[in-house]
């Protein structure tokens, strides 16, 4: 059985919120897992997520960084969760998503906060670089 590789925390933050994928393992075939951390306004998730559309989401998160009407969402093997990024406003880029815990009691939890385009560009590289490093 092949190891999994770790990989370095990718974060988007802003003054007031937070994305993190933290302990992330890639399982192979282009499969990852990771630990979800989200912090905006007040409401709080961490969670296993884990993802398999890595190159799907590099591409459209480059079209995001230099178009105004793409959006490239990241989703989450295991529920209906995702992640979106998608240009916003005044240049920056909106961080938004939808996070399931499906257990006897279905919870989950709506999000949306804006970060700068550059730290959405440098999470876009550090994504690519992770993805690229994997192949």
């Known amino acids: 059985m092949k190891k999994a590789k770790k990989q370095p925390e990718l974060s988007l933050s802003s003054k007031t919120a937070s994305l993190k994928l933290?302990?992330?393992?890639?399982?192979?075939g282009g499969a990852y897992q990771c630990r979800?951390?989200?912090e905006s306004s007040g409401f709080?998730?961490?969670?296993?997520?884990?993802?398999d559309n890595d190159e799907y989401f590099v591409s459209k998160a480059r079209d995001?960084?230099?178009t105004e009407s793409a959006e490239a969402d990241l989703m989450d093997l295991q529920?209906?969760?995702?992640?979106?990024?998608k240009p916003?406003?005044?240049?920056?880029?909106l961080v938004s998503g939808f996070i399931v815990e499906e257990?006897?009691?279905?919870?989950?939890?709506?999000?949306?906060?804006t970060v700068s385009k550059q730290t959405a560009s440098q999470f876009v590289a550090d994504?690519?670089?992770?993805?690229?490093?994997?192949?």
């Not at 933290?22 to 192979?28: C, P, Q």
């Not at 916003?88 to 880029?93: D, L, P």
């Open 36 to 38: 979800l951390l989200i």
């Open 64 to 66: 995001v960084m230099n």
């Open 22 to 28: 933290t302990n992330i393992d890639y399982l192979g």
């Open 103 to 113: 257990t006897n009691v279905t919870q989950s939890i709506e999000f949306a906060f």
């Open 88 to 93: 916003f406003e005044n240049a920056s880029i």
């Open 127 to 135: 994504f690519e670089h992770m993805v690229r490093s994997n192949i």
């Open 44 to 51: 709080s998730c961490d969670r296993p997520f884990g993802f």
């Open 79 to 85: 529920a209906d969760s995702y992640i979106r990024l």
